[in-house]
């Protein structure tokens, strides 16, 4: 799965054909690695342990909680381009950058670390993905990506402000 499909819906979307598959891909790729990204912030949301377990339970739920908006809205954007979103997480894990989560892990310490690296890695793709989407001219997928961006790395900082330096 390569998060393309060979052939779009007939849509009146005023972007050239070539380009509307692109962004699609790249869409597709996204809305992956968010799929993903909302099972690590769940995965340390169920396992956390430790003193301050109630703080960081509900940070990292409320953490998947916006996760979870982004794959709606990459999922819409795709269909908007009259391509097929691909968000199972069978394809997800296919077409996700992320670095597996550890499964095995319960320490605050450790599931701030390993969150805080997959939010940064998703972030990254979101700002690489706003610079692509405007060389392709498509200014629409390059704002969503911005805001999606901009939500990240805010989470991000709530995330990595529980590390102690």
């Not at 050239?16 to 690695?33: D, H, K, S, W």
């Not at 394809?91 to 996700?96: E, Q």
Request: aromatic share 4%; glycine share 6%.
């Amino acid at each position: 799965m390569d998060g393309s499909h060979a052939s779009l819906r007939e849509t009146r979307n005023s972007l050239p054909e070539n380009t509307r598959m692109q962004i699609i891909y790249l869409l597709n790729r996204l809305l992956g690695a968010t799929i993903d990204l909302r099972a690590h912030a769940k995965q340390a949301h169920w396992n956390v342990r430790g003193p301050n377990f109630i703080a960081l339970h509900k940070l990292f739920d409320e953490v998947a909680g916006v996760i979870d908006g982004f794959s709606d809205d990459l999922a819409e954007r795709v269909a908007a381009l009259g391509g097929i979103a691909l968000g199972t997480v069978q394809v997800a894990t296919k077409l996700t950058e992320l670095k597996p989560y550890p499964a095995d892990i319960t320490g605050e310490k450790l599931h701030i670390e390993a969150l805080s690296a997959s939010l940064a890695i998703f972030a990254k793709a979101m700002r690489d993905s706003i610079e692509l989407s405007d060389n392709l001219g498509d200014v629409v997928t390059a704002d969503l990506c911005t805001g999606m961006c901009r939500e990240a790395e805010k989470q991000l900082w709530l995330v990595e402000s529980h590390r102690l330096n």
